[in-house]
């Protein structure tokens, strides 16, 4: 005869029972946990919970934006999800702002247990980082070791939970990442009314790349008798800085920093799509894609708040100590602020042109809402 089961309540819903029951730490005794460890515990299960809430929004942004041809109704849902992730980001870097509370000493009396435990080892944000597209070249190196090592290593040792932990990684290593999938989008972006399946695309992408890139040098050179004025420097001065500026820009634009040929025309389109968007933005058909790369930018920028905000976190704890799991501490975390997995979307915007200098759109209209 099979249990009849009552109404639901909250507690069962929650699986509070099962929950409250996770922070015993290595004792499995939280009665033996002294109250700071008790806090250290419960602060790092959130960000790992946040992290798991996180993933799963990031993975359905990246599906609605992987899709061939995107509905334009689409765009709208993937920014609502990706916004959502930037508020979860932004609340996490409040969240250190919890964690000290805990003073030093208070941290220093149960630190040598974690040894040599260590938040680089969070597998969710091992996860997360290649999920955005963060490129392994980017990784900085752990004791010589790139930064997946340490949980790898515990895999090989058999250490409880490492298996799942270097399973996930690796799992998401065979994903297509929310990178990929943008510059797909992008390269798909009608410019100037061409798409890339269209005869003779390539020399419309490069007709406006041209123009855009005279207007950049019009305004640039324009200036630079005002500028030098300004700063009360030769003309001369101010034009060499000038002229490594456009130099600077049409490496950008014309993709001439990609070594391999092949890839390069692909990388041009992409970054004409993006210049294109933030430059006619205002057009109907552009001001949805705008937002999207808009949020994206706005959540790379919590992850660098976050990775900055945890390093002054670590140093306000233990200054300049080794890191439990033998990085360099905050040396370490310092030089990730500088991991970016979207790097053209900051770079374009040392391109960008005010509305009054950008070259005339031919066909405006092609980009407003159909009638």
Known sequence: MTATKGPPNYWDYLKLDRLLALQGGLEEDESQLLSDELHFIVVHQVFELWFKLTLRELRLARDHLSGDPVPEEAIPYVVHHLRRVNAIVSLTVDQFGIMETLTPQDFLAFRDKLVPASGFQSFQMRELEVLLGLDDAQ??????????????????????????????????????????????????????????????????????????????????????????????????????????????????????????????????????????????????????????????????????????????????????????????????????TRYRSFPELWAVRTVLLPVEALPPLPNPEAYGFAR
């Open 139 to 336: 990784r900085i190196a752990i004791g010589g070791l790139d930064s997946h090592a340490p949980i790898k290593e515990a895999a090989r040792a058999k250490a409880p939970g490492a298996d799942l932990a270097w399973n996930r990684v690796q799992a998401a290593r065979g994903e297509e990442s929310l990178r990929a999938a943008l510059h797909r989008w992008l390269h798909r972006t009608p410019i100037r009314g061409s798409s890339p399946e269209q005869p003779g695309d390539a020399a419309v992408v490069d007709g406006f790349l041209t123009d855009y890139l005279a207007a950049f040098e019009r305004l640039d050179t324009d200036h630079a008798a005002d500028m030098a004025a300004a700063l009360g420097e030769d003309v001369a001065t101010v034009r060499g800085r000038i002229e490594e500026n456009q130099r600077v820009a049409r490496r950008f634009l014309f993709a001439e920093d990609v070594e391999d040929a092949e890839e390069r025309p692909r990388t041009k389109r992409i970054r004409a799509a993006l210049v294109f968007i933030e430059s006619y933005r205002t057009l109907p058909l552009l001001a949805w894609p705008r937002v999207l790369v808009d949020t994206i930018v706005e959540l790379e920028e919590q992850l660098v708040l976050f990775r900055t905000r945890h390093a002054r976190m670590v140093e306000r704890m233990i200054g300049r100590r080794i890191g439990t799991g033998g990085s360099t501490g905050v040396d370490y975390l310092d030089r990730t």
